[in-house]
């Protein structure tokens, strides 16, 4: 069965909504139209709970949206007609098709009623809110050079209307304590503000409502103390993430890319997934310290994510996958440490007279005191997944030797940011066959020794 009419009824407000901002179009500004459609089209899907008995009308409904749009944007008539109200903004985007993947998903997901309303509603309300005071009074920028401009004012808003879209159907809809609900809601208050703070081409009406869902469901049943320790957890982070800003050249934009990455590692993993970044944030520009050439590269937030995206892929999965967690960890950890060992050799090959079997040796000497020694005291790792641990540590400095022969390090780019991930990508996924295809001769050792 499917609730043929509520779907229809929402096409049609969708459709017209989008006919309604092309219409007026010469009176508003292209933000402001897809403003209007955003809030609109929001306010829609809070009703879906209350108006879609089955979920896969939910689904359906969001895949006739979904090329709906697609179709739209692909063809230029339409794109430059009926779309314009929709897609006439300069920049690029792709934020339209991010709502409804991300309204669907949430939707699909949710078991408890206000599991569904905070991620929406903050999707809806709360960016609309921060981008309305950022472009009328954002005054500070928290942007570095190639870089969205984000106004300390908006994150600010951001998070005002985030709390209180948190507070609301916390307090009315959930049995968590009163103490605890004040401790949820400004927590994903602050979650919700750096995601919008670092998002880019619409990505944060993906990455909002699900990175909100995920903490609404592994954080609501927990105690009072352990919420007030991660409280804890973060704020000490942030004063890590100042001292690493004053002493190295990353911009304030990733300090905010940073603080979320951590945030995002210790609500989905624990106090032990965020030791492997930790150590590599810590440790990236010092031993040796940057000179001044190089403090003179600005690292925008795109350094963060290239150093960060294996490991989230990673978590992740292990989220998904909770009786593969211990391998995952592993392998969240070698990203870490095969980057520190990568931007190591870089650092010595690009800024300073080092030779290259200088660079290759400190690069893994590096790496291995900083994060996989660590690691093998922390997972208590057999000494056979250790050893091939260490050697998928140095496997990937071979290939970042012509990395560096065949792109120019010097320059922080996409190029580089793309070989990097792609390297340490590859080196993780050999970590995972070979631990899988070795781990009952692994066993079998463990069990003789």
Request: aromatic share 12%; charged share 15%; net charge positive.
């Amino acid at each position: 069965m499917l609730d043929i009419l509520p779907a229809m009824i929402v096409l049609v407000i969708l459709g017209g909504v989008i006919g309604m901002t092309k219409h007026f179009g010469k009176n508003l500004k292209p933000e402001s139209s897809r403003k209007i459609i955003h809030i609109t089209m929001g306010c829609v899907a809070l009703s879906f709970p209350f108006v879609f008995q089955y979920r896969q009308s939910v689904l359906i409904l969001g895949i006739v949206a979904f090329i709906m749009l697609l179709v739209i944007r692909r063809n230029k008539k339409l794109r430059e007609g009926i779309g314009s109200g929709l897609l006439g903004v300069e920049r690029k985007t792709y934020g339209e098709i991010y709502f409804v993947i991300s309204i669907v998903i949430v939707f699909l997901l949710h078991e408890s009623l206000y599991e569904y309303l905070i991620p929406i509603s903050i999707l809806t309300f709360a960016d609309s809110v921060a981008a309305l005071v950022g472009t009328s009074y954002g005054r500070i920028n928290l942007s570095g050079l190639r870089e969205d401009r984000k106004s300390g004012e908006g994150s600010i808003m951001f998070f005002v209307v985030a709390f209180i879209c948190a507070l609301i159907p916390l307090q009315l809809m959930s049995e968590v304590g009163r103490a605890e609900v004040l401790v949820i809601s400004f927590l994903i208050g602050i979650l919700a503000a750096m995601i919008e703070t670092v998002s880019a081409s619409g990505n944060d009406n993906l990455f909002l409502p699900l990175l909100t869902y995920s903490f609404i469901r592994f954080n609501t049943s927990q105690s009072l103390d352990l919420l007030l320790i991660k409280i804890g957890v973060m704020f000490l982070f942030l004063g890590i993430t100042v001292v690493v800003y004053k002493l190295t050249n990353i911009s304030r934009l990733s300090i905010a890319y940073s603080l979320l990455a951590g945030y995002v590692f210790l609500i989905q993993g624990g106090a032990i997934w965020m030791v492997p970044p930790i150590m590599l944030f810590l440790t990236f520009g010092i031993l040796p310290m940057m000179k001044k050439e190089e403090k003179e590269m600005v690292q925008n937030y795109k350094v963060i994510e290239c150093n960060g995206m294996i490991g989230f892929i990673c978590l992740w999965l292990s989220v998904f996958l909770p009786q593969y967690r211990g391998i995952l960890y592993l392998a969240f950890s070698l990203s870490f440490a095969c980057h520190l060992a990568i931007n190591t050799y870089s650092r010595l090959i690009n800024f300073t007279e080092s030779s290259r079997e200088k660079a290759i040796l400190w690069g893994f000497v590096k790496a291995s005191l900083f994060i996989a020694i660590p690691t093998v005291i922390i997972a208590q790792m057999h000494w056979l997944t250790a050893l091939l641990y260490f050697i998928c540590v140095a496997i990937s400095l071979p290939p970042a030797v012509a990395l560096n022969l065949k792109y120019n390090y010097k320059v922080v780019g996409d190029t580089t940011f793309r070989a990097n991930k792609t390297l340490v990508g590859v080196v993780v996924a050999i970590f995972i066959v070979v631990f899988a295809v070795y781990q009952p001769l692994i066993s079998l050792v463990g069990a003789l020794f």
